[in-house]
């Protein structure tokens, strides 16, 4: 074997196991994606309800007027609107129903 099939042979090995690599990679993203996806509009449809039921709460005459639950009330709604803003900014995460599937939905950031 002369120095350039040698050569060839590593490069073809180097290659070989950064595609191994790569894959693997792509392959855990895409896990993140699914995870992300299955579970953004939960959470913000729970900070929603949680955010209604303590306003529920304060509007009771027992509790009208408690600062704690005015700050909570307050906090609550900062939540619901952050995690609004992250819905907003992956608009085609919850589109498609399987990796790779094409949607119309917009690519564009909303600032």
């Known amino acids: 074997m002369d120095t350039l099939s040698v050569i060839t042979a590593l490069l073809a090995i180097v290659f070989f196991v950064s595609t191994v690599v790569l894959v693997w990679y792509i392959r855990q993203l895409f896990r993140n994606i699914i995870y992300i996806n299955e579970n953004h509009k939960d959470l913000l449809a729970m900070l929603e309800n949680y955010s209604s ?7 009771m005459e027992m509790f009208y007027g408690d600062e704690t639950l005015a700050n909570l009330i307050r ?25 790779g599937e094409n949607t119309d939905a917009e690519t564009t950031v909303e600032e």
């Open 75 to 99: 906090h609550s709604k900062e939540m619901t609107q952050e995690v609004g803003r992250f819905v907003r900014v992956f608009p085609g995460i919850g589109e498609a129903s399987y990796i």
């Open 53 to 59: 039921h303590i306003e529920s709460v304060h509007e």
